[in-house]
C-alpha cells in the first residue's frame, strides 16, 4: 500500500473546547428613526436541534478558554522502554538506508541526522518525546513524502482508509488557507449539522465564536470542535456574498469521505458529467465513482475534479483508474528496480471511451498526480487548471517492533509514453483556469468552461 498524507483538516473531531450560545449584534435601524443607546441584541438560534441533544442545555465555555486549551489527547501511545526505542530506531534506520529512492539522501548527511538522534535516546527520552524525535528524523530527509504514524496515528489511519471515522462536530471537510485568514469548506457531509444550517462547497470560516481562525499565521481550526451537544457560532462567507452568523449544534458523524457527482448543465444538451474526488485515501471512493457512472448512463463528455486530491493508495487509485484506461501506463522505479503499473479494463457504460478532462492544482499531490497524468500519457485526457507541484514518490509502508508505520519514499514513477519526470515538471495543463476555491461556486467556476470547451460542448 502507498499512502500520500491528507494536507486537509477534518471539522469534525472531538475535543473540549469552548462556545458561547448567543452573541449580541447591533440590530439594523432606519435611517429615518434614532438610533437607540442600547441596542436590541439579536439572539442567534441553531437551525437545526440533533434528535440526540433536544432538551439539553447547550455547553459554553469562554473563549478565552478555548484559545488556550490545546486539541486535547484522548489516548496515550503505549510505553516505549529504552531497549525497544533503541530497536525501533535501528529499524527505521536500516530501511531507510536500503530503500529510500534517493541514494545521496536528498542531499542530506543523514549518518549525522542518525547519530544526532541515537545520542537523545541514549540520554533518555519519555514515549511523546522518542515519536516526536523519529517523526522529526524523517521530516529532515525534507522529500515532503516521508514519514512515521505512531500506534495510535496507525488506528486513525487504518479507519480514515477503510471510511470508517467516527467523529463528533460539525461536519465539514475543509482546507486552511492560510494566506487569506480563513477556513474554505471542500464538501459537506449530508444531513450534518453544517448542511442543515445551509453551508456548502466552497463556503469560507472566518470565525468561531468571535475568534479569527486563522491568527498570525497559525491554524485555530481545534477551536470550531467540541463535545456532543454544545453550540458554536461561527462567523461564514458564502462566494461573493458578505459575512454571516450562523449557530450550529454539535453531533456525532460517521460517514466516508464522499465525492461530489452531478450532470452539467449544456448549451447544446450533451450529457456531460461531473466528478469531484477528494482523495485517493478512503477504500470507498472506487465503489462511489462506480456508482456515478453507472447513474450517469452513456456520456458525451466527463470532467474528473482532482484539484484537491493530496494522494492516498494505490488500491484506491488502481480500481478507478480500470473504469477508464488499460494496459502498462508507467513504471514505478525504486533504486534497484522497477514494477509496472498495469491497469485490467473494468467499462461501466462508455467509460473507457468517453472524453475526459481532468482539472488539477497546486493542491493535486501524489497519486492525485500519477492518476491525472497517466491518463493524459495514455490520450485518454486532457487537463484543465494550475501546474501541479511534482510529488510522484511513491511511499512503502513498514510496521516497526513498537506498532508504528515508516512511511518511506522508496520508488518515483515514469509514464510510459513521454518518460516525463512528473518530479521535476510537475503536471502542467493542456489550458491555464485556475481561482482560489473560496472564490467560486460549481455555476462560477471558471475551469468548468475551459473543460466544456476542450470536451466541444
Not at 66 to 79: C, F, G, H
Request: net charge negative; hydrophobic share 40%; aromatic share 8%.
Amino acid at each position: 500500500m502507498n499512502i500520500k498524507r491528507i494536507f486537509v483538516v477534518l471539522i469534525i473531531l472531538s475535543s473540549l473546547a469552548c462556545n458561547f450560545v448567543t452573541r449580541a449584534f447591533d440590530a439594523p435601524t432606519p435611517t429615518s428613526a434614532p438610533i437607540p443607546e442600547t441596542p436590541t441584541p439579536v439572539i442567534l438560534e441553531p437551525a437545526y436541534i440533533p434528535p440526540a441533544c433536544q432538551g439539553q442545555a447547550f455547553a459554553t465555555v469562554s473563549p478565552a478558554i478555548a484559545l488556550a486549551v490545546p486539541t486535547p489527547i484522548l489516548q496515550a501511545n503505549p510505553v516505549v522502554s529504552p531497549d525497544l526505542q533503541i530497536k525501533v530506531f535501528n529499524e527505521l534506520a536500516g530501511i531507510v538506508d536500503e530503500v529510500y529512492v534517493y541514494p545521496d539522501f536528498n542531499g542530506n548527511d543523514w549518518n549525522e541526522i542518525k547519530a544526532k538522534v541515537r545520542a537523545k535516546i541514549d540520554s533518555g527520552l519519555d514515549t511523546p518525546a522518542f515519536y516526536a524525535e523519529i517523526q522529526a528524523m524523517i521530516v529532515e530527509l525534507d522529500d515532503e513524502h516521508s514519514y512515521i504514524e505512531s500506534p495510535l496515528e496507525v488506528a486513525e489511519s487504518e479507519a480514515d482508509l477503510a471510511g470508517a471515522s467516527e467523529y463528533v462536530g460539525i461536519g465539514v471537510y475543509a482546507l486552511p488557507l492560510i494566506e487569506k485568514n480563513l477556513v474554505s469548506l471542500i464538501f459537506v457531509f449530508p444531513n450534518s449539522p453544517a448542511e442543515r444550517s445551509g453551508l456548502k462547497a466552497h463556503d469560507s470560516i472566518l470565525a468561531v465564536d468571535g475568534i479569527p481562525v486563522i491568527q498570525n499565521g497559525e491554524d485555530l481550526t481545534y477551536i470550531v470542535r467540541g463535545p456532543q451537544c454544545s453550540a458554536v457560532v461561527l462567523t461564514v462567507q458564502s462566494p461573493a456574498e458578505a459575512p454571516r452568523d450562523i449557530m450550529l449544534v454539535r453531533e456525532k458523524i460517521q460517514s466516508p469521505l464522499l465525492i461530489q457527482a452531478s450532470l452539467l448543465p449544456t448549451s447544446d444538451g450533451s450529457r456531460v458529467g461531473y466528478i469531484f474526488i477528494p482523495t485517493f485515501y478512503d477504500e470507498t471512493i472506487p465503489g462511489q465513482v462506480a456508482d456515478a457512472l453507472g447513474n450517469f448512463g452513456e456520456l458525451d463528455g466527463l470532467i474528473l475534479d482532482n484539484r484537491l486530491n493530496g494522494g492516498g493508495s494505490s488500491a484506491v487509485v488502481e480500481p478507478i483508474l480500470s473504469y477508464f484506461s488499460s494496459g502498462t501506463l508507467g513504471q514505478f522505479v525504486s533504486r534497484t528496480d522497477s514494477r509496472p503499473l498495469t491497469i485490467e479494463p473494468q467499462p461501466i457504460h462508455n467509460s473507457q471511451s468517453v472524453p475526459l478532462v481532468i482539472l488539477v492544482s497546486e493542491d493535486t499531490v501524489s497519486f492525485g498526480e500519477i492518476f491525472s497524468g497517466v491518463l493524459r500519457d495514455s490520450g485518454r485526457a486532457q487537463i484543465v487548471g494550475q501546474s501541479t507541484l511534482g510529488n510522484v514518490e511513491i511511499l512503502n509502508g513498514y510496521e516497526l517492533s513498537d506498532g508504528s508505520s515508516l512511511w518511506i519514499a522508496a520508488e518515483t514513477f515514469i509514464p510510459s509514453n513521454s518518460r516525463e519526470n512528473w518530479e521535476l515538471t510537475g503536471i502542467v495543463p493542456d489550458v491555464e483556469a485556475h481561482a482560489d476555491w473560496d472564490t467560486f461556486t460549481l455555476e462560477t467556476d471558471p475551469a468548468i468552461p475551459a473543460a466544456l470547451k476542450l470536451l466541444g460542448h
